[in-house]
């Protein structure tokens, strides 16, 4: 009869355990950095390292009926980006499915996603990966 009558201060205890240990094990998702084209140019290209957990976010403004352009270069072949549109809770485009480059035409204007990541199997061995990634825009 003991057990039961413990059994909610243990549950709540363990609890109060794991709920900060799940929230530990993500890591913080990084700022936005807003993408911009010089003038008289259509894309950029960003260059920069990658590691662990560690990830990169990028945003682009596009009007609806542009096309899109992003090709991922890296040193490590989990490295990955997916796309997502302004108010999206999908992508629009994951790299690990469809690959490490993507042009479409975007459906409406706003603020588009870019995030570029290492897979889990690489993340959890700490590697890293040096990255060039163009984003393009045109229309």
């Known amino acids: 009869m003991t057990f039961w009558r413990n059994l909610p201060a243990a549950a709540l205890a363990l609890s109060a355990v794991a709920v900060p240990m799940a929230v530990i094990a993500q890591a913080p998702m990084p700022k936005p950095e807003r993408v911009q084209f010089a003038k008289g140019t259509s894309s950029k290209a960003i260059k920069g390292t990658i590691k662990g957990d560690q990830s990169r976010s990028f945003v682009v403004n596009l009007r609806a009926g542009q096309t899109i352009s992003v090709k991922?270069?890296?040193?490590?072949?989990?490295?990955?980006?997916?796309?997502?549109?302004?108010?999206?809770?999908?992508?629009?485009?994951?790299?690990?499915?469809?690959?490490?480059?993507?042009?479409?035409?975007?459906?409406?204007?706003?603020?588009?996603?870019?995030?570029?990541f290492l897979m889990?199997?690489?993340?959890?061995?700490?590697?890293?990966?040096?990255?060039?990634?163009?984003?393009?825009?045109?229309?």
């Open 120 to 139: 889990r199997n690489a993340a959890r061995r700490n590697e890293s990966a040096t990255f060039t990634i163009t984003i393009g825009a045109t229309g």
């Open 72 to 116: 991922l270069v890296s040193s490590n072949a989990s490295a990955n980006f997916k796309v997502t549109a302004p108010g999206a809770q999908q992508a629009m485009f994951i790299g690990s499915i469809s690959g490490n480059a993507m042009q479409d035409v975007v459906p409406s204007s706003g603020d588009y996603k870019i995030d570029l």
